[in-house]
């Protein structure tokens, strides 16, 4: 099945403690990224990789690191999380040879820091 | 930078038609998305406009005007299950590649 797994799914940390939400799609997706959801903010994008070794800022990223060392995977690392990244985050992936980036998301993170 | 604008909620009865729109401003437009969002879910793909016209898919449709910086989803013989937020979502050139951004979405409440 064709799909887009994040793990964990729900977390409550402290302030301070480094966490990895992890991204997984089995499409063989070139494009993938992370947006956050905040009530009345929408889905606001943290980074995203066209491909392998290739990383970009989006509108958020401060706070949040990413690596790309695999096609399938994409981590998204809190070296330091603090309340205010406290939120719904949502992995997402595509195809990037075609015209339409039609993006399949992953069920969420909800993460809590206190 | 963009700007994108759409209804905050939408409430509308069961089997009637509605309309949600969006008005976005970008530069190095790619095209024109429209995401269905139940609560506490993800977004699914439910439409794409890179030209200027209708799309239609079923009981949804999708208009875009470039020229205007506008489009619209409608919804037909609206079910039940079609409460849910409604995202409209800009493509468009960022760096080397293409970021897509989000409105704040649209709730719609469909009530019988």
């Known amino acids: 099945e064709a799909q887009v797994t994040q793990n964990p799914r729900y977390l409550i940390t402290v302030t301070g403690k480094k966490l990895t939400v992890t991204c997984s799609q089995n499409m063989n997706h070139e494009y993938m990224s992370w947006y956050r959801q905040d009530p009345g903010l929408g889905l606001r994008q943290i980074y995203y990789s066209m491909n392998v070794e290739v990383t970009d800022k989006g509108d958020v990223p401060e706070g949040y690191k990413v690596s790309r060392k695999e096609k399938r995977n994409f981590p998204l690392i809190l070296e330091s999380p603090s309340p205010n990244q406290t939120s719904l985050y949502f992995c997402a992936s595509s195809f990037r040879d075609r015209g339409v980036h039609e993006q399949y998301f992953g069920p969420g993170t909800r993460l809590t820091v206190t | 930078g963009q700007n994108i604008d759409q209804p905050t909620e939408m409430t509308a009865t069961e089997g009637a038609i509605v309309q949600i729109n969006c008005t976005y401003q970008t530069s190095g437009f790619n095209g024109l998305f429209w995401y269905q969002q139940h609560a506490g879910e993800a977004p699914t793909f439910l439409s794409y406009?890179?030209l200027d016209g209708l799309e239609e898919k079923g009981r949804f449709s999708s208009f875009l005007s470039r020229s205007k910086g506008y489009s619209y989803l409608l919804l037909k013989e609206l079910q039940m299950k079609d409460s849910a937020s409604y995202l409209c979502a800009v493509l468009a050139e960022w760096g080397a590649g293409n970021m897509l951004t989000f409105g704040g979405g649209t709730r719609l409440m469909v009530k019988p």
């Open positions: 406009n890179v």
